[in-house]
């Protein structure tokens, strides 16, 4: 398997622009996670869904934040309008529920707004 | 609210040294613990996973311990190698929900 898949790798984006992130999980995950993480907060858990529909959304940090997972391929978190507090590196992460909570994470995209 | 702490925040050893890092966290009522290695660059990958009800984990030179009362895990390395050097996070499922909680990481560095 080619493991949790993210893109792009690195985004460098203007304030105010939409930015859009992209997670393809594994293939028969059903828990999909969405990280953020920075120097100041650490890892922070935004939102997570299980069979594509969201469950937890409580760390989502506000209305321009949105996310969504139309099937069990594929997830999108989207910024809009994006502020410079908002770089960071945003990770995805899977899992199956027979994993015994064993997170798979991908390599992360590394966005800058500036 | 459950807050994870870890110390040092970062450590420095010539190779072949044993050595532990330490995680503390406030709220006992956990589901289990686990520890990530994290390289630069890199998203995390999973080392070690405790149950509530598990006092140790061993996986090769890595043996982790959890004492839920106190709130405390340990993550002991073994003949450190400098292939070791990474960012070691830990972190605590609660009782309900997916939702892990992690601590902010030792920063280990193994001078060959």
């Known amino acids: 398997d080619a493991g949790v898949i993210q893109s792009p790798r690195h985004e460098v984006t203007e304030m105010g622009q939409e930015v859009t992130l992209r997670c393809k999980p594994i293939s028969g995950h059903d828990y999909l996670f969405w990280y953020r993480q920075t120097m100041m907060r650490g890892l922070e858990l935004l939102i997570y869904f299980n069979n594509n529909v969201p469950i937890d959304d409580s760390g989502m940090p506000e209305d321009r934040f949105s996310a969504k997972m139309p099937n069990a391929s594929f997830s999108t978190l989207k910024i809009q309008p994006s502020e410079p507090r908002d770089s960071a590196v945003y990770f995805c992460?899977?899992?199956?529920?027979?994993?015994?909570?064993?997170?798979?994470f991908g390599p992360g995209t590394r966005l800058t707004v500036l | 609210k459950q807050e994870v702490t870890q110390i040092p925040a970062a450590l420095s050893v010539p190779e072949g040294e044993n050595l532990v890092l330490n995680c503390s966290f406030t709220d006992s009522a956990i589901y289990n613990l686990q520890w990530f290695r994290q390289d630069p660059g890199k998203g995390l990958t999973s080392l070690l996973l405790?149950?509530?009800?598990?006092r140790e984990q061993t996986s090769g030179r890595l043996n982790a311990s959890l004492d839920k009362s106190s709130g405390r895990s340990t993550l002991y390395i073994a003949a450190s190698q400098p292939g070791d050097s990474a960012t070691y996070l830990c972190?605590?499922?609660?009782?309900?929900?997916?939702?892990?909680?992690f601590g902010p990481g030792t920063r280990l560095s193994v001078l060959p």
């Open positions: 972190a605590v499922r609660r009782n309900y929900g997916q939702n892990f909680v």
């Open positions: 405790i149950q509530s009800s598990q």
């Open positions: 992460a899977s899992t199956t529920s027979r994993a015994a909570d064993t997170q798979y």
